[in-house]
């Protein structure tokens, strides 16, 4: 498969008044032309630290190493003008609130033009006329009338139609959504899912789903990176993570997410809270809430490690683990 | 058998805002609770689902006098709710406790995590003092999983699936007899929203409590509840038994919120067909004629725009569509 973007070796560090902090640690993954990859993780797993940093969307005191390789491109630690031209046209990014992300006082039909006549160099009358196909594409209702409306006219669900459709302007290679759906209801939830499924189908663009609803995940992904503590701690296609996970966060998540079409007596949650990326356990750093520790769990972490199938874990503990039914 | 006694009663309730349409033109109405009657056995949890702006909150709300409705009563216990004196109003407060979905921003961040448990009992168990109260407070920490030593603490110091653990001990604190969870979970992770999921079931089975859940998720509202309330623009449109509500929903709106349910199992999510519905939900300042929900129903036929559907029962349940009993719909996820 063609590779799209490739990831080695990616930090991402901020410094707090007198410490540092590693929100994101020795990251490495590849994405391929028209794949949906879910980076699946819990707050202050990493996950949506990683992709600012690919994004050059940091906040100031954020700082990231390694390489993000778009083609031969490095795009970390590329200066903000020379990532602009990357930026829209190679690689979007979308949000889970569309609202922070659209300008209040511009029309919609001015911000998503401004996208084109910037990186293709197109008239104002061509933009417009490419910006209500892109509104019509992504299943905007009346486009014509929403493209001249102002985003507080807009539901939310059309919101976050606005915001694809921006993102999809130029057909970027890479479109990165984090948490698209989290805000939306149901209804509009599946019209969003549907639509994510027919553009990595129609214009082979790579998704990287950022969620922690393992719901939106089966539904959309074709393979599976699972974070915790600023690392990759699971990795496989979405087949093996849901019906063989090797990992014991893995696994607790699934056991911790509710079935619509069963009821259980009780979840089965992992027990305590996610850590603080100040003060890291030591060893694994999953050890203090799993259920299969033993000593070398406390002392030593383990590494990110390729199975016999190509997937990979970081786990002290051997082969399949035994599961009750999971969902 | 015999069936536990309704514990509160919701009759014909009904809820309008006025909402501003600029500086000088007149204020429109919106029905935010229409004809809204059922009621609720003792020890029962009964969830209530439905999209944004469909009412639910507002119904929490509306039953527990947080908000006073336009028409309709409540009754707790037999008693109407709202025409109750103020004092006796106060005893009946103890009974009813809400719990919030942003648990940071339901909680005081100046006062400690004890004052903020025990405050309810300063004006609804005035006759505990300080000592009593303190104990209480701990006694209801320990119930929830909080620990003793954190009862100095101040809520920023706390994550917020403790933080929600607080909200809880705040409400729990009365010995309430029924509580109403709005979005309980929903600002939560997935791991610590299922340890809340499974505090509230064992704080329900200890202290015999009644629930109301509402929530936007369907598969979180299906875990808890035993019986299920769909609501769709301010009205019922169906109520249910939670199994006969998701083996065989009568309403098309219940069917199309449960196709859209995401399913964590690959293989079924890739199976399965979604029942799309088109378009958005109708302002609720201007809602459709007749049955509100016809302009996405893709059953709609000329009657559903011409008459409002009755609530009818269907033998286990009540459904408000004027094709229930000719609709085959298949079963929801």
């Known amino acids: 498969m063609e590779k799209v973007l490739s990831v080695h070796d990616m930090s991402v560090t901020f410094s707090l008044h007198q410490s540092e902090v590693r929100a994101v640690s020795e990251l490495d993954f590849a994405l391929a032309r028209g794949e949906t990859l879910a980076v699946v993780g819990e707050s202050g797993s990493g996950k949506s630290q990683a992709f600012l940093a690919i994004m050059g969307l940091l906040a100031r005191n954020g700082h990231a190493s390694g390489r993000a390789m778009l083609g031969d491109v490095n795009l970390i630690g590329m200066a903000p003008d020379a990532l602009d031209a990357y930026r829209g046209r190679d690689i979007a990014m979308i949000f889970q609130d569309p609202m922070t992300s659209l300008n209040p006082s511009l029309k919609v039909r001015t911000q998503l033009a401004e996208v084109l006549v910037r990186h293709q160099k197109m008239d104002q009358a061509r933009a417009h006329k490419g910006v209500i196909d892109m509104l019509e594409r992504v299943g905007m209702p009346e486009p014509v009338k929403r493209a001249n409306a102002y985003p507080h006219e807009l539901s939310g669900g059309m919101r976050q139609r606005v915001m694809i459709a921006m993102a999809l302007l130029c057909r970027p290679k890479i479109l990165i959504a984090d948490e698209p759906t989290t805000a939306l209801d149901v209804t509009v939830q599946a019209q969003m899912l549907d639509l994510f499924k027919s553009l990595t189908q129609d214009f082979g663009t790579a998704l990287v789903l950022i969620t922690h609803d393992l719901g939106v995940v089966a539904g959309l992904a074709d393979r599976m990176m699972v974070m915790y503590g600023g690392r990759a701690v699971e990795k496989g296609t979405t087949d093996e993570l849901f019906y063989d996970p090797r990992h014991p966060y893995t696994l607790g998540l699934l056991h911790s997410t509710p079935h619509v079409a069963k009821r259980a007596r009780r979840l089965d949650p992992i027990q305590g809270l996610p850590p603080s990326l100040e003060h890291l356990p030591s060893g694994c750093a999953f050890h203090p809430r799993c259920a299969f520790r033993f000593d070398t769990c406390f002392a030593k972490r383990p590494p990110l490690a390729a199975l016999e199938t190509g997937r990979e874990k970081a786990c002290w503990v051997d082969g399949p683990l035994q599961r009750q039914a999971v969902a | ?333």
Request: net charge neutral.
């Open chain 2, 1 to 333: 058998m015999e069936r536990p006694a309704d514990i509160l009663k919701v009759d014909k309730l009904g809820k309008t805002f006025s909402v501003s349409a600029g500086l000088f033109a007149r204020p429109l109405t919106l029905t935010a609770l229409e004809d809204i009657s059922f009621s609720i056995r003792q020890g029962e949890t009964l969830g209530i689902v439905g999209e944004s702006g469909c009412g639910k909150s507002t119904l929490g709300r509306c039953i527990l006098q947080l908000l006073t409705p336009d028409s309709g009563r409540v009754l707790w216990m037999g008693e109407d709710i709202a025409s109750l004196p103020k004092e006796e109003m106060r005893k009946r407060r103890r009974d009813l406790q809400i719990i919030f979905q942003d648990p940071l921003a339901s909680l005081n961040p100046r006062m400690t995590v004890g004052e903020i448990i025990a405050d309810p009992l300063r004006t609804l168990m005035p006759e505990l003092d300080a000592a009593a109260r303190r104990a209480k407070v701990l006694k209801t920490m320990e119930a929830v999983g909080l620990l003793p030593e954190m009862i100095n603490r101040y809520p920023h110091e706390f994550s917020g699936g403790q933080a929600q653990r607080i909200g809880i001990a705040r409400a729990l604190i009365t010995d309430p007899k029924l509580i109403v969870c709005d979005e309980p979970v929903s600002a939560l992770d997935v791991s610590i929203q299922a340890q809340i999921l499974n505090l509230l079931a064992d704080l329900k089975d200890a202290f015999g409590l009644t629930l109301i859940f509402i929530s936007h998720n369907l598969s979180v509202v299906r875990h808890v509840s035993d019986r299920i309330l769909v609501l769709y623009l301010g009205r019922m449109v169906e109520l249910a038994e939670g199994d006969d509500l998701y083996a065989a929903p009568r309403h098309p709106y219940t069917r199309a919120l449960l196709t859209a349910v995401p399913i964590p199992d690959p293989v079924r999510a890739r199976q399965r067909s979604i029942d799309g519905l088109e378009g958005e939900i109708p302002s609720p300042i201007n809602p459709p004629s007749g049955c509100t929900f016809r302009t996405r129903c893709r059953f709609a036929i000329g009657l559903c725009a011409e008459q409002r559907p009755t609530l009818e029962s269907t033998g286990t349940g009540l459904v408000a569509c004027h094709r229930w009993r000719e609709l085959e719909l298949p079963a929801g996820a």
